[in-house]
C-alpha cells in the first residue's frame, strides 16, 4: 500500500454530482455481500486505485472491516464520502440512534457523510416517525447527510413531506435490464441524486452481447458500457466487487463518452422481468 503522501495517479479523478448540499463522487465501491478479510482488503485496493466513495450498510455486517480498509489507507477519513444504511429493525426511536452509533464505532467515524433508511419496511414505526430520527441523527452531527434506500414516489414524497432535513438521495437498483425512467425523472425532479446499486445485474452485464458490441467501439468492456450509460444519466454508481482487478477496471469509465444512438439501444435492453432484487416484506410496490 502506499502511504498518503503518494497518491494514487488517479485520485481526484472521479467527477462529482451536487444535490442539496452534498456532493457524492460518482462512482463508489459496494460493498453487499463481500465480508471479513475480503472487505478490508477491497476497500484498501479501491482507496489506493482512486476510489473516495465506499457503500456499506448495518445487514452488510462489514462496517467494522470497511472501516479497517479505510484506516489502513492511511487516507485522512474526511477524504472519502462514507455512506451506511439502517436496517428497518433498527427504525423504531429506543434503537434508531444506538444503531448509527455502532454503525461509525464499527466505521471507526465520528460521523458518517451519508446515512440511509434501507428498505421501506414500516412495521414498529411509522415512515414519518422514521425521517424524524433520521432527521434527529443529522441534526446531532452523526451523519453529514441523509437520504432513502428502495422507496417508490409515492414514499419518496412521504419521506420529503415529513423530513426535517433534506433527503439528498434515493438508492435503487438500475441497470440497463431495467427501465428507472419514471423514477430517475421523480428524483431529478425532486432536485435528488438517484444511486444505482447492483448496475450489472447480478451478472447479467458482462457476457451481454450488445454492451460488448457497443464496448469494442470505444476500447472498453460491457461492464465499463453499462457503468458509463449510468454515470452519462447524472447517476452515483456504486458496483460491488471483491476483485481487485475489477474494481479498478470498473473505474476506466470516464474518459470516453456514448453517443446518443448508443445511450438508447442501451436503454431498449430494459425488459418487465429485468428486476433483481424484490424481496418479500421489504420491497414496495415498484413504479
Ligand atoms: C437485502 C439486500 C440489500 C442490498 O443493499
Given at each position: 500500500m502506499?502511504?498518503?503522501t ?27 455481500e ?122 419518496l414524497?412521504r ?11 434515493n ?37 451481454n452481447?450488445?454492451?460488448r ?7 472498453k468492456?460491457a461492464?465499463?458500457v ?29 474518459d470516453?463518452?456514448l453517443g ?28
Amino acid at each position: 500500500m502506499t502511504d498518503s503522501t503518494d497518491p494514487s495517479p488517479t485520485a481526484g479523478s472521479i467527477p462529482r454530482v451536487e444535490a442539496r448540499g452534498a456532493s457524492m463522487p460518482q462512482l463508489g465501491l459496494g460493498t453487499w455481500e463481500v465480508e471479513g478479510d475480503e472487505a478490508r482488503e477491497i476497500t484498501e485496493v479501491a482507496l489506493e486505485a482512486g476510489y473516495r466513495h465506499l457503500d456499506t450498510a448495518q445487514l452488510y455486517g462489514n462496517e467494522e472491516e470497511v472501516g479497517r480498509g479505510l484506516e489502513a489507507s492511511g487516507l485522512d477519513p474526511r477524504e472519502v464520502f462514507v455512506t451506511t444504511k439502517v436496517w428497518p429493525d433498527n427504525f423504531p426511536r429506543e434503537r434508531f440512534r444506538r444503531s448509527v452509533e455502532e454503525s461509525l464505532e464499527k466505521l471507526g467515524l465520528e460521523q458518517v457523510d451519508l446515512l440511509l433508511l434501507h428498505w421501506p419496511r414500516f412495521r414498529e414505526a411509522t415512515l414519518e416517525e422514521t425521517v424524524q430520527e433520521l432527521a434527529r441523527v443529522h441534526s446531532d452531527g452523526l451523519a453529514r447527510h441523509v437520504g432513502v434506500s428502495n422507496f417508490n414516489i409515492e414514499l419518496l414524497d412521504r419521506a420529503l413531506a415529513a423530513a426535517q432535513a433534506p433527503l439528498v438521495t434515493n438508492q435503487v437498483e438500475y441497470h440497463p435490464f431495467l427501465d428507472q425512467s419514471k423514477l430517475l425523472s421523480a428524483v431529478e425532479e425532486r432536485e435528488m441524486i438517484l444511486t444505482a446499486y447492483s448496475p450489472l445485474a447480478h451478472g447479467r452485464v458482462p457476457g451481454n452481447d450488445t454492451l460488448r458490441q457497443i464496448g469494442e467501439k470505444h476500447g472498453k468492456s460491457a461492464v465499463q458500457v453499462a457503468l458509463r450509460w449510468l454515470v452519462q444519466q447524472g447517476t452515483v454508481v456504486i458496483p460491488r466487487t471483491s476483485d481487485p482487478e475489477h474494481c479498478r477496471l470498473n473505474m476506466e469509465i470516464f474518459d470516453f463518452e456514448l453517443g446518443t444512438g448508443e445511450m438508447e439501444r442501451i436503454h431498449d435492453m430494459a425488459r418487465p422481468d429485468g428486476r433483481v432484487l424484490s424481496p418479500r416484506g421489504l420491497a414496495p410496490e415498484w413504479d
